[in-house]
């Protein structure tokens, strides 16, 4: 594990000279329990906002950029147009009620309050798993020379893996935040996602490392990119 851990830390020393904090669906189509269509579990919820305001506080304190995706539906028929979706719309499970999932304008394509700062960038045109898909999450990390991302929210198993993928296949530097994400699917599927990804397309980093290793960086010294 600590041979891991000096990977992790090796590799975001080499990797992140310019990282962007990254959240996806932290909404309250997923998170508040009063709305959402595709619930995280309660108290997994809770847990999970929790874990991850200070954490994004700490990088906004730090210099690093935040950038929110949310998904948002202009019709059902965006949704049901996917054959999966489709066949999942209105079955028992947790995906029964994909079809009316964060349509535009309803509560559930609200940010969960204590996720977005002042000065955080929101990209709302996300319509599938893969977050570079219908956004300008692309030109938004190009155009600020960031090299590295930091993976937050929620599902670990769709959301986070697919833009996890697209992103190593683009030559980003992919790093999640193992305390900043989970899923509605539960543990087993949670894990093996994790699994996925450390063995494939990026490292798995406790919150607490990456901010360390930041803060280690600023005292001796080291200089992050321009973003402009």
């Given at each position: 594990m600590n041979e891991q851990n000096n990977e992790v830390e090796?590799?975001?020393?080499?990797?992140?000279?310019?990282?962007?904090?990254?959240?996806?669906?932290?909404?309250?189509?997923?998170?508040?329990?009063?709305?959402?269509?595709?619930?995280?579990?309660?108290?997994?919820?809770?847990?999970l906002l929790e874990r991850t305001a200070p954490l994004l506080d700490a990088y906004r304190s730090l210099g690093v950029p935040v950038i929110h995706l949310v998904t948002r539906y202009a019709s059902r028929e965006d949704i049901v147009s996917n054959p999966y979706w489709a066949m999942q719309s209105g079955r028992d499970g947790v995906r029964g009620a994909i079809a009316e999932h964060n349509l535009d304008g309803g509560p559930g394509t609200e940010l969960m309050p204590q996720i977005q700062g002042a000065d955080d960038l929101v990209l709302d045109t996300k319509q599938r798993y893969d977050c570079f898909i219908?956004?300008?999450?692309?030109?938004?990390?190009?155009?600020?020379?960031?090299?590295?991302?930091?993976?937050?929210?929620?599902?670990?198993?769709?959301?986070?893996?697919?833009?996890?993928?697209?992103?190593?296949?683009?030559?980003?530097?992919?790093?999640?935040?193992?305390?900043?994400?989970?899923?509605?699917?539960?543990?087993?599927?949670?894990?093996?996602?994790?699994?996925?990804?450390?063995?494939?397309?990026?490292?798995?980093i406790e919150g607490k490392t990456t901010i360390r290793l930041l803060k280690e960086r600023a005292r001796t010294g080291g200089e992050r990119r321009s973003s402009s």
């Open positions: 090796e590799a975001f020393r080499r990797f992140a000279s310019n990282p962007v904090a990254i959240t996806i669906d932290l909404h309250r189509g997923h998170l508040d329990p009063e709305v959402a269509t595709l619930p995280l579990d309660g108290a997994r919820a809770a847990a219908g956004t300008e999450l692309e030109h938004v990390l190009r155009s600020g020379g960031h090299d590295a991302i930091l993976l937050f929210g929620v599902n670990t198993n769709s959301c986070v893996l697919a833009t996890a993928i697209a992103a190593s296949v683009r030559d980003w530097a992919v790093f999640v935040v193992e305390d900043g994400v989970d899923t509605m699917m539960g543990d087993e599927f949670h894990r093996s996602a994790l699994a996925i990804m450390r063995g494939s397309f990026g490292w798995i």
